[in-house]
């Protein structure tokens, strides 16, 4: 039985120092959505018995299926706090109730886009961290994007009934587990300093830290022991916190603390004496059934059940007697309201980041105090499928103002530019929704601090926008969110039949809307393609196409296509030159390699168009040894102008030179975007000009003219200086047991990977492992890998770097000749590859 | 073959005699050149001196289109059309068309044909490359024959095309096209074609005219008629003749069609159109590029054939309907030099016959779409549904006034793979808050210069010529004025540009290092 209204959610909307936003992130199959249950239980929405086991946020079949999450799903959650557990709260409060907008995100990596959209509209994050696996990839980048966005973590050590029913360790290695992974994941948090978020590493002591069994549904943090104590020793509660934790011993003969173990059989570690212990106890007397015995304990603690439950038995009655005893959602609802940020408290710092326009205007202003009188400034981070086929909710938190139901609103896309009118729609708010589990409810209005979902905005915005209200046209959009994940995995997809072309346009329209990261776009050759993060995130994009986005019409989906890059491994053999079409201009060029890390660096966004010259060339000068003078003279980036390759004027004295920069620059960007080995994009390359001969009548050296032969000049000292592929590279980890090592190493051998590192976790029998492995290799990695370690070793990639590939594209017949003429092939170009006579002229 | 035939030079001297022409032009493609004096000198000698005669070559667009122009400089008062054409009706002056007579094998043809026939259970539709047409009585009475023998029952259908006529007559067929476009539109209304508002409907049935006994298809000077009960689908196509661009035309406006094409020279069958298929997809990539374009440039790429005025104006009303920007452009047969002068344009709109309507080079600064495209990318909520046409003059029955239905979404593009806006032609806020508007203009103005330059540039950011030129990095003379003193003269470079003088001593000196 839902144990709220929705005008009960409403009320507490407006009350933003009751709110608390927060997502729940963690690497993969660490808990979160099982943890999340227990939350959802507790509100009242899924029954307390099957808590755990319903995986409430997991609502789409093949989530279900797979056991793992693909969208993250919000959930608004209402609460009622006791007077007595709120008195130790120091911050401004209205009242008992609380609002928890729950966002749970999935762990693979190919979804981490949906992890960072989620991150936006929160303010909190529960970072679930499995006690036994600790800290793993997936937990570290997640937890570096959080704080990157200037959330507010907190930490839950889960899984701990595998402590006490699986592996059955004893309570100091127990402690000692806990304490390294609680260390491990302080070192990433230490790494992000920041004055304003404050320290965010996260204690046992000081309350941030929840140690918990989402399956079974109980989980304590220190004040719950505390409070349970501190009346026994007559101490103070935080006193007695700090005894539970770190190197406090207390020997029970002596009944003394002290800050070591003074060696006596009896002196153990405060947690171990009165967390660890007394839990152990509590599990092994339910799990043998010595009930009288149980009775008698529970009584002490305070704890009754009901008669019913009385009869359970085994792993029933455990998981009934903890849930009474330690509640989950009691636990980690006090730890997330006393710890984590309301909106009012966390907008404060967070505008810095949100905030693109000036941090003095008013809207800034109105997103810094989380003001409902003011403007409105919301960010859609994401689209929802709506349950009418092909229509999408916009989800997204209202930063300042309300949205309300039929208001207009203007949507600033991802494009628009302050003051004009592209990417800009006015439009209206059909309806405002919030989600109350597995149903929506509409209400009338959401003010800010609170997320919303909207109807009748969706075919205007794509992936995300800010949107405001109809009249302000000053203000700024919010910052767009920057992914850690990069769609390098494509696939050319077509309708079996000619006709349902149509069909899937429109399919294609919807699916770049339903996830944040997978992109839809269309080749050169006419091909739809479809790009994703990962093989798993390309399948699960490629069946919501078909089976939700096309209404079942058939699609013809090809291998994964993997894109290259063309670069080139020296300095052009010697000066090239090519005539204009009119024989009257020509233009001498080479091209050479740029330093190391430059290219990384244009692509960061260090080095760019828009720098102030000065500062770029002391950037160019100081880490890459370039020419001061030189560093001036470069005239532009491409290919799309921002792009890793340049131009740099190397002439000197050249009469009208100025004149066909511009036709020069085109022509760069031209051919900058399709090379000439096999038409993928340059990478790397500075081409340096280096003669020009030019007409003197500015009729014979126009456009027309110059255009095509700086193309062709391009090319020409492309093709003599070693031309050479660069393919797309993954960063793996794995995590596995001893004996699954050697077959990891065999299938990442057989797949041109090699591993670079190799480490023990401390105190388990697993080894972590991070190998780089060509995209293109890529495929079928993880089942061939699973079918190698019977199960045991289980694969994260991410697009990690550009790798060159020594053999010579040029030299039909060599690995990157044999690539070549495949992707020409695909493309439709001529499979030979043009002449360089082609391209280079004689005097 | 003989000359006399071959040239078909009694029917010419007929035509011209019955036409009481006295001054004809005859226009030769380059590969006929070389013969050209020996007609002009035979048809002399059979007109006798009171007809003047006019050999024209290389014209400036398709040598398949009647070149007008170039007639109208003699004043002539008819053409005469020799190799390969397009017929496309001509504008102002009468043309005779002489194909030419190409060799074929009728009894290989007539065998592979009757093969086809029993290996296939459709109909199979004749179509063949117009210098064959002299060839068609005979293939027809030999498959007839050989038919009949190895099918005691009549078996699948054959149906062969019909040559619309070697004659075209401006004044019988269009005197102004707009009378033309209203007499297509009649006979499209009179053929009892209900759904007239529908425009999908009428785009779908573009490539054929119902009639009351069946549907009518002409292409590229056939005609042919089939039932209406049959679709064109239905049949299988058999094209006589080279893989020329007459042939690309069949196979991309049929490209749900079997196509099988026999080639009279290598006497073979060949099923295989992957290429032409390619096309196809190549050309529907080029759409979606054209609907971000902002700046479009119309080439008109004839002036023969009649309508192409209008559809030039259709197309300027089309672009500016959709909020873009147009240019119109005459230059003859467009090369990449020539598109390069114009690097504002981000796409060009080919306005010519059908078989020279295919421009598609990887030379090219930006995409060349046909106007059928156009219309798809620029038309509003129009989507391509498979059918495809060339001609242009389908295409003016085809988009009739444009539905302007109120925007419902927003454009998605995906080129850029995500939604895109485009410039509405009238903004409707501006009327509502004058004071506001001013405001945004103002501020519009002072925003553009804060616009980095290359993404105007580069990235077609440029909404009008105008702004593209203001984006570009020179602006005029270079002033180097640094010290004012004159400077001494130097004695310049002689020599031809493609390698002055003292160029060449040096490439002499050092041949290794020049090359």
């Given amino acids: 039985m839902v144990k709220f209204t929705a005008e009960e959610l409403r009320r507490i909307m407006d009350l933003k120092h009751n709110i608390r936003n927060m997502s729940v992130i963690a690497h993969v199959d660490h808990g979160k959505s099982t943890l999340t249950d227990s939350l959802v239980a507790a509100a009242g929405i899924i029954a307390q018995e099957v808590a755990g086991d319903v995986r409430m946020t997991d609502t789409r079949q093949d989530e279900a299926e797979r056991g793992i999450t693909i969208k993250s799903t919000g959930i608004s959650l209402f609460y009622e706090m006791t007077e007595e557990s709120l008195k130790n709260y120091k911050g401004e409060r209205s009242g008992n109730e609380y609002l928890i907008n729950l966002i749970d995100s999935p762990g693979h990596v190919d979804f981490s886009s949906e992890v960072t959209a989620a991150l936006r509209i929160t303010d909190g994050a529960l970072v679930v961290v499995d006690c036994v696996e600790g800290v793993c990839v997936q937990t570290e980048t997640v937890l570096r994007q959080a704080l990157g966005e200037r959330i507010r973590p907190v930490l839950t050590v889960n899984k701990m009934d595998r402590c006490f029913l699986e592996l059955q360790v004893e309570g100091e290695e127990a402690y000692q587990t806990f304490q390294r992974v609680i260390e491990n994941a302080n070192v990433i948090m230490a790494t992000y300093e920041d004055t304003l978020l404050g320290d965010v590493q996260v204690y046992p002591e000081k309350g941030t830290v929840a140690f918990s069994a989402g399956l079974h549904g109980w989980a304590f943090t220190l004040t719950n022991f505390a409070k349970m104590y501190a009346a026994k020793f007559g101490v103070d509660e935080s006193k007695m916190m700090e005894r539970l934790w770190g190197e406090n011993y207390f020997d029970p003969a002596t009944k003394k603390w002290t800050n070591k173990n003074t060696g006596s059989p009896t002196c153990k570690r405060g947690f171990v004496q009165f967390c660890y212990e007394p839990i152990k106890q509590i599990i092994s007397t339910c799990m043998n059934d010595q009930k009288d015995k149980l009775w008698a304990m529970l009584q002490k603690l305070g704890v009754t059940m009901k008669s019913e439950e009385k009869e359970l038995i085994g792993k029933a009655l455990m998981k009934r007697v903890m849930q009474t005893w330690l509640p989950a959602s009691d636990a980690l609802l006090e730890m997330m309201i006393f710890h984590l940020p309301s909106p009012a408290k966390a907008q404060k710092y967070r505008v810095e980041n949100l905030y693109e326009g000036p941090l003095d205007d008013i809207y800034a202003n109105a997103i810094r105090n989380c003001d409902p009188e003011g403007p409105l400034m919301l960010y859609v981070s994401k689209m929802i499928p709506a349950s009418d086929k092909g229509r999408f909710f916009a989800f997204g938190r209202v930063f300042s103002g309300k949205v309300a139901t039929g208001m207009k609103v203007r949507i600033m896309g991802p494009n628009y530019v302050p003051g004009q009118k592209k990417d800009l729609y006015v439009k209206s708010v059909q309806r405002t929704v919030i989600w109350m589990g597995k149903k929506q409810e509409s209400v009338e209005d959401v003010p800010c601090g609170n997320t919303v979902a909207m109807v009748g905005l969706d075919q205007f915005i794509t992936k995300n926008a800010t949107l405001t209200n109809e009249k302000e046209v000053d203000a700024h959009p919010i910052r767009a969110m920057k992914f850690s994940v990069s769609p390098v995995v494509r696939v050319a997809v077509q309708c079996k039949v000619a006709s349902d072309l149509p069909k899937l346009v429109e399919g294609l329209k919807r699916l770049a809307k339903s996830d944040p990261m997978v992109v839809c776009t269309i080749e050169e050759s006419g091909e739809h393609i479809v790009a994703g993060a990962g093989e798993l995130h390309l399948e699960i994009c490629l069946k919501d196409l078909q089976e939700d986005f096309m209404g079942g019409a058939e699609i013809v989906v090809s291998d994964p296509v993997v894109s290259f890059r063309e670069t080139v491994l020296e300095k052009s053999c010697r000066t090239v030159m090519s005539k204009s079409p009119n024989k009257h201009n020509r233009l001498y060029m080479e091209a050479r390699p740029m330093e190391e890390g430059l290219a990384e660096a244009i692509d960061e966004g260090r080095i760019g168009p828009r720098d102030d010259p000065k500062a770029r060339s002391k950037i160019l000068s100081e880490e890459f040894g370039w020419d001061k003078d030189l560093a001036k003279k470069i005239w532009c980036f491409g290919p799309e102008t921002t792009g890793p390759n340049m131009v740099v004027d190397m002439c000197k004295g050249v009469q009208y030179l100025n004149e066909i920069k511009d036709s020069v620059v085109a022509g760069f960007q031209w051919a900058s975007k399709e090379g000439a080995v096999a038409e993928e994009n340059m990478r790397g390359i500075c081409f340096e000009v280096c003669d020009v001969v030019l007409h003197a009548d500015a009729i014979h050296r126009g456009g027309g003219q110059v255009i095509p032969t700086a193309r062709r000049v391009i090319y020409a000292a492309q093709l003599t200086a070693k031309p050479r592929l660069l393919e797309p590279v993954y960063l793996v980890e794995i995590q596995a047991p001893e004996q699954a090592l050697g077959g990891i190493y065999g299938v990442l051998n057989q797949k041109r990977g090699h591993v670079f590192e190799e480490l023990q976790r401390p105190g388990t029998p697993l080894y972590n492992i991070k190998a780089y492995l060509p995209v293109i290799e890529s495929f079928g990695f993880s089942s061939t890998l699973r079918a190698a370690t019977s199960g045991q070793a289980f694969p994260q990639s991410v697009f990690d770097h550009w790798d060159i590939m020594s053999s010579d594209p040029l030299e039909p017949g060599s690995q990157a000749g044999q690539l070549v003429s495949d992707i020409r092939k695909r493309k439709g170009l001529k499979e030979q590859m043009t002449p360089l006579s082609e391209y280079e002229d004689k005097l | ?515």
């Avoid at chain 2, 689908?233 to 058999?238: A, G």
């Fill in chain 2, 1 to 515: 073959m003989d000359f006399e035939s071959n040239y078909e030079i009694s029917r010419t001297v007929d035509y011209l005699r019955a036409g009481n022409f006295t001054r004809v032009a005859l226009q030769f493609p380059d590969e006929l050149l070389k013969d050209s004096p020996r007609v002009a000198k035979v048809l002399r000698s059979e007109l006798g001196a009171g007809v003047r005669l006019f050999v024209m070559a290389d014209a400036a667009y398709g040598s398949c289109c009647v070149d007008e122009i170039g007639a109208s400089h003699v004043d002539a008062e008819c053409v005469v059309h020799y190799g390969h054409a397009c017929m496309s009706p001509t504008s102002t002056l009468p043309a005779m068309f002489v194909f030419g007579k190409a060799s074929i094998d009728i009894k290989d043809c007539a065998d592979q044909m009757g093969h086809c026939l029993s290996s296939t259970n459709k109909p199979i539709l004749v179509l063949y490359g117009l210098e064959y047409s002299h060839a068609l009585m005979h293939l027809k009475t030999v498959v007839a024959e050989s038919t009949v023998l190895s099918h005691s029952n009549s078996g699948p259908m054959l149906n062969y095309a019909d040559v619309i006529g070697s004659v075209i007559n401006p004044s019988q067929d269009c005197t102004t096209e707009k009378v033309q476009i209203r007499s297509l539109n009649d006979s499209i209304t009179n053929a009892g074609f209900t759904s007239g508002g529908d425009e999908k409907k009428i785009l779908k049935f573009g490539n054929g005219r119902r009639m009351e006994n069946g549907t009518c298809f002409e292409l590229g000077g056939l005609t042919w008629r089939i039932p209406s009960d049959h679709k064109i689908e239905d049949y299988l196509l058999f094209w006589i003749g080279p893989e020329n661009s007459a042939f690309t035309n069949v196979v991309l406006t049929f490209n749900n069609c079997e196509i099988i094409r026999y080639d009279a020279d290598e006497r073979r069958l060949l099923e295989d159109f992957s290429g032409q298929r390619r096309i196809l997809k190549r050309r529907y990539y080029l759409v979606e590029k054209a609907k971000d374009a902002n700046i479009v440039g119309i080439l008109v790429g004839t002036l023969g054939c009649a309508g192409y005025l209008s559809i030039t104006q259709q197309m300027k009303e089309l672009i500016k309907g959709a909020g873009k920007k147009s240019y119109t452009l005459v230059m003859g047969r467009p090369n990449s030099a020539k598109l390069a002068n114009f690097p504002e344009c981000d796409v060009f709109v080919y306005v010519s016959c059908a078989q020279t309507a295919l421009l598609d080079s990887k030379e090219f600064l930006a995409p060349i779409i046909t106007p059928f495209e156009a219309a798809l990318a620029f038309g509003r909520g129009r989507q391509w549904t498979g059918e495809y046409v060339l001609n242009f003059h389908d295409l003016m029955v085809s988009c009739g006034p444009e539905a302007v239905s109120g925007i419902k979404e927003a454009r998605f593009s995906f080129i850029k793979g995500g939604y895109m806006e485009d410039i509405q032609p009238e903004e409707n806020g501006e009327h509502e808050e004058r004071s506001l508007a001013l405001a945004e203009t103002t501020e519009k103005a002072l925003n553009l210069q804060s616009q980095h330059p290359n993404t105007i540039m580069f990235k077609g950011a440029a909404r009008s010529g105008s702004e593209f030129f203001a984006a570009r990095s020179y602006q005029g003379l270079n002033r180097q004025y640094e010290n004012l003193a004159p400077q001494s003269y130097a004695i310049g470079r002689s020599g031809r540009a493609s390698g002055y003088a003292d160029e060449k001593m040096q490439a002499n000196e050092s041949p290794g290092a020049a090359v």
